[in-house]
């Protein structure tokens, strides 16, 4: 097969996982459990994709680590993202020039 | 806030985006020309699928000529997540948006503008996405292409630490909301122990992140949902 088949096949059936339940689900929900259910999904994902994986991702497991500490540090103080972002750069190529 | 501002405001978001994306993005285009792929049908795979961990088991399919059952496996295994975004970012929709946005929002629902566009308060403005998008898609497009052309022209060090810049963004979500929320306070340290207890174990830990995203989501946002409902005026998802 050639790659634009696997390619335009993939595409086609993210878009539907990512469409479908934006034209089926219109009217705001009204069950409580499914509005917190759907009001924790986003943190709950967010947090599990975070860590271990940032972790993971660095070529030195505690330069991704000392990347988690300061992220969280700067954002609880109020850094918007740009700078908890960057500042997580940072501290992973400083930390991997000292190990 | 008139669209123009939604435009520019999910614009100066898209910035760390697209500079996260430009360094995943380059890897993924190494990946891509392993398997054989030029660089426009490395571009054309980021424009249309958008997905870090879809298009590296994209990829790997193409490599081994899969067929389109496998494909499609595949596809809902490490892209089924965004079903659940679709869901949550569908309640912070006002219930007559038209269906060009229901689209135009939905096709590039990543893991990082639905963060950007879930933690932005009330309702949604699409053209905060479509800002968004703007800035980050072709910086993922470009990037795939520029990996299959220049191959390991970044240092590893700079690449290591690019490689953060999305869990920095994804930290900025979701910090600032716990420190609101006590329950969240207490619930996020709690899915990073779970996270890695099911990154640690067997079989679980064999599965694609994606997936395990998707199992620990539903299991922990429906303990969640059933110990601690919301009150209306927490209401992200206000009724």
Known sequence: ?99 | MTNRQAFIRGMKAGVPIALGYFAVSFSLGIAAKAVGLTPFQGFLASLLNSASAGEYALFSLIGAGASLVELVFVTIVANGRYLLMSCALGQKFPEDTPLIHRFGVGFYITDEIFSLSITTPGKLNPFINYGAIAVAVPAWSVGTALGIVAGNILPANIVSALSVALYGMFIACFVPPAKANKILLCAIPVCFLLSYLAFRMPYIGDLSEGTRAVILTVVIATVLAIAFPIKDEDGEVEV
């Open chain 1, 1 to 99: 097969m050639s790659a634009y088949i696997y390619i335009i096949g993939m595409c086609v059936i993210t878009a539907a996982i990512r469409i479908l339940p934006l034209l089926i689900l219109r009217r705001p929900i009204k069950n409580r459990f499914l509005r917190s259910f759907f009001y924790y999904v986003p943190y709950v994902t967010l947090s599990v994709m975070t860590f271990p994986a940032i972790v993971n991702a660095t070529d030195s497991p505690l330069a991704g680590a000392l990347a988690l500490v300061a992220g969280i540090a700067l954002a609880w103080i109020g850094a918007n993202m740009i700078t908890v972002s960057a500042a997580c750069c940072l501290v992973v190529f400083i930390a991997e020039l000292i190990v």
